[in-house]
């Protein structure tokens, strides 16, 4: 019989082995996994889709009765944009981005907001998109904004002294670094829709000119589509008729086409008054990327509260889309930014939207001229 030291030698000998072999093992499994992870990007495209938020509702414009109660609104909307604390969300929402690695990013609200007085207000108090490029850049994530689709630019003078200017953008990032630069990028078309919403105020009808933006991407053999946009957020009909003009503009393609984007159509309910666009979409022969790999989990992307300070989560509807026709399969995609640990030192929400990751897997090589 052994001796107590003896013994002690044999059981340290026996845990080594058994430390050894459990770490063989694990270096396998990680160098398997590493290398499906290797394959499945070999044939795949990443990509998210964020609304970034503005930072207030605009309600209060459309009830204003006198200049004073429009000066009031406007310095409300001013202070509303202040207080979500812009360049600390694109922070948050870009250690989101920076997490996925994504080859392609499509923007909603990526708002700017400037305040001047005596002419068109230069002054940037803050500026959602250079902001989040500057906060990817410090990761080590360099993208390139390769589309930025104008939207809403509108100026007022404020209780605060000062005009108040808010610009709305709707943006496409590509990656710039490794593996990001074998992507090649043509066909840039950015297009305004011709149904757009007309709001009365006080210094008359203020328009939306929503619309949408898109690249022709090539990447590995394979030539794709890539759309963003972001549909009316007031009139079930506008949202309808600028559903079917996406169909008939973005995606009159015989390319496979992605698009994603802030749809403001409830796709989880069919009693929203605009799924009928989410349908005609359908049916034109998109598939919707959540539903085809996560159903029946509901995936709600909208939305927190306006000040973004609620405790709990409010998410209760599904309006951010990422949506393919042409031979894509989905091989993963998951929400960000949509659990109490994405906030901010702060407390806040990075976003009103959680936003959605997702990677394609790539359809064969097509070529198409328009």
Known sequence: MPNSIDRTTIALGYLRKTVAIALLALAVAIGVASTAMAHDDDRGIRLVTQNMYVGSAFDALSVAQTPEQLRAAVATIY?????????????????????????????????????????????????????????????????????????????????????VRVTMQDAILVRSDPPGDAIKVSNLQIEQFGV????????????????????????????????????????????????????????????????????????????????????????????????????????????QAGNLLNPTSLLNHRIDLVLFRGGFGVADISLIGNQPADRTSSGLWPSDHAGVAATLRLPAHQVDNR
């Open 79 to 163: 202070n509303n944009i202040v207080a979500s604390r812009p360049a600390e969300r694109a922070a948050a929402m870009a250690r989101e981005i920076a997490r996925h690695r994504p080859d392609l990013v499509a923007l909603q609200e990526a708002a700017m907001l400037r305040t001047g007085t005596g002419g068109p207000a230069t002054t940037v108090r803050s500026d959602l998109l250079q902001s989040l490029l500057d906060e990817l850049a410090g990761l080590g994530q360099r993208y390139r904004a390769v589309a930025i689709l104008p939207g809403l630019d509108a100026q007022a003078p404020s209780a605060l002294g000062f005009d």
């Open 196 to 303: 757009k919403l007309a709001t009365p105020t006080l210094v008359g009808p203020i328009t939306d000119p929503r619309g949408w933006a898109a690249i022709d991407v090539t990447v590995r053999g394979s030539r794709f589509r890539f759309v963003t946009t972001h549909l009316d957020s007031v009139s079930p009909a506008i949202r309808v008729a600028q559903a079917k003009e996406l169909l008939l503009t973005a995606a009159n393609t015989s390319l496979p086409v992605v698009m994603a984007g802030d749809f403001n159509i409830a796709a989880d309910t069919s009693l929203d008054p605009s799924f009928p666009a989410y349908q005609a979409m359908i049916n034109a022969g998109f598939t919707d990327a959540w539903q085809s790999k996560r159903a029946p989990d509901p995936g709600f992307t909208c939305c």
